[in-house]
C-alpha cells in the first residue's frame, strides 16, 4: 500500500524558508519520479515541482523558480522541497505526490500533472 507522509509546513514570514518532507513506503522508491504539487485556498492544483527517479533531473514552476529545491534521498525514501524567499502567494497545502511516467513532459502534460498519489499535504502559511 502506498503511503506517502508530508511534514514541515507551518506559519513563516514573507521572506523566510522552510522545509518539506515527504517520507514514502510501500512502493520501490528509488525508480519513480516524484514532484509536489500546491491547492492554495479557493483554487485548484498547482504543479510545483519534479523530481527525476535517480534526482538527477528537476523542473519547476516559474512562480517558484530560483526559490525552491526538490530532492530526493532515495535510500531513506524521503522527498524534500527547500523552499527559501517565501512569498505570501505561496500559501497552500502542498502535496507529495508519486508520479506516472519517467519523464517531466509526460507527467505535465496529463490533467492531473501525473499524480498516481498523493499525500494528506501540509499547509504552509506565508503571513505577517
Known amino acids: 500500500q502506498v503511503q506517502l507522509v508530508e511534514s514541515g509546513g507551518g506559519l513563516v514570514q514573507p521572506g523566510g524558508s522552510l522545509r518539506l518532507s515527504c517520507a514514502a513506503a510501500?512502493?520501490?522508491?528509488?525508480?519513480?519520479?516524484m514532484g509536489w504539487v500546491r491547492q492554495a485556498p479557493g483554487k485548484g492544483l498547482e504543479f510545483v515541482s519534479f523530481?527525476?527517479?535517480?534526482?538527477?533531473?528537476?523542473r519547476y514552476a516559474e512562480a517558484v523558480k530560483g526559490r525552491f529545491t526538490i530532492s530526493k534521498d532515495n535510500a531513506k525514501k524521503a522527498l524534500y522541497l527547500q523552499m527559501n524567499s517565501l512569498k505570501p502567494d505561496d500559501t497552500a497545502v502542498y502535496y507529495c505526490?508519486?508520479?506516472?511516467?519517467?519523464?517531466?513532459?509526460?507527467?505535465?502534460?496529463?490533467?492531473?500533472?501525473?499524480?498516481?498519489?498523493r499525500g494528506k499535504g501540509t499547509l504552509v502559511t506565508v503571513s505577517s
Open positions: 505526490t508519486k508520479l506516472r511516467f519517467p519523464s517531466y513532459s509526460d507527467n505535465v502534460r496529463s490533467p492531473d500533472y501525473g499524480m498516481d498519489y
Open positions: 510501500g512502493f520501490t522508491f528509488g525508480i519513480y519520479a
Open positions: 523530481i527525476s527517479d535517480s534526482g538527477a533531473i528537476t
